[in-house]
């Protein structure tokens, strides 16, 4: 079945460090690929996205680019502050399945 | 805009007691989903809504699991009877479109504690 893994946490940086979460994903067809956020006390929210392959998402800093050929998603920014703690998921969705597929998430830690 | 709301967000019960959630979603987002997330997990479907007609049950437990979504505007997830298992943060999202063109909006969540 269709799935995503991600690299185990927790992760623990020094702020202003370069950050990498690995993502990998399994799917039948053509995934749409998300990177989701959970700051602490708060819902889960949309990082990025990206809709097709070489595509790259990016926001607040982040980016990830669609890799077909290494079915990967990988989630990087170059210098990581203590407001970027949080709990990070990949997902994917497939089209006509219109459903979140959540990778088991990472937790990131980012020390003063 | 007001955002997903959830309620309650704290609930502590004995296993095979009963338990219901409650969600209100973003005005006019037509699909609505519940997530189970146990903790150290991803979040795993449950159930799916297109308005008020279900799309995707795949992996609700019906033998003590139930939801509906009266009017095709808020709610509701039910357990019972309740086993030690179901401690997790039950997660309400909703879009205007499927999430494979749109972006879910979640709730804050429904922690459930089951002893």
């Known amino acids: 079945g269709d799935s995503v893994t991600q690299m185990e946490g927790p992760v623990t940086l020094s702020e202003e460090a370069f950050l990498t979460i690995n993502c990998t994903y399994t799917?039948?067809?053509?995934?749409?690929l998300f990177w989701y956020v959970q700051y602490p006390g708060e819902g889960l929210q949309l990082l990025l996205k990206?809709?097709?392959?070489?595509d790259k998402g990016s926001n607040k800093g982040f980016e990830a680019t669609y890799r077909k050929e290494t079915t990967s998603f990988h989630l990087e920014k170059g210098s990581v502050q203590v407001s970027d703690s949080a709990v990070y998921f990949c997902?994917?969705?497939?089209?006509?399945?219109?459903?979140?597929?959540f990778g088991q998430g990472t937790r990131l830690t980012i020390n003063p | 805009e007001a955002g997903v709301a959830q309620s309650p967000r704290y609930k502590i019960i004995e296993k095979r007691q009963s338990v219901a959630f409650w969600c209100n979603p973003i005005s006019g987002h037509a699909t609505l989903y519940w997530y189970q997330q146990i903790l150290g997990q991803g979040p795993k479907l449950l159930i799916q809504?297109?308005?008020?007609?279900?799309?995707?049950d795949s992996q609700l437990p019906k033998d003590r699991f139930s939801a509906e979504r009266l009017k095709g505007v808020d709610s509701t997830l039910k357990i019972q009877p309740a086993k030690l298992e179901d401690s997790a943060v039950y997660l309400c999202a909703s879009n205007l479109r499927g999430p494979h063109t749109g972006e879910l909006f979640f709730g804050e969540g429904s922690r459930l504690t089951v002893l």
């Open positions: 990206a809709t097709k392959a070489d």
């Open positions: 997902a994917l969705s497939l089209q006509g399945a219109q459903k979140l597929v």
């Open positions: 809504f297109q308005n008020n007609g279900v799309v995707d």
């Open positions: 799917a039948t067809g053509y995934p749409s």
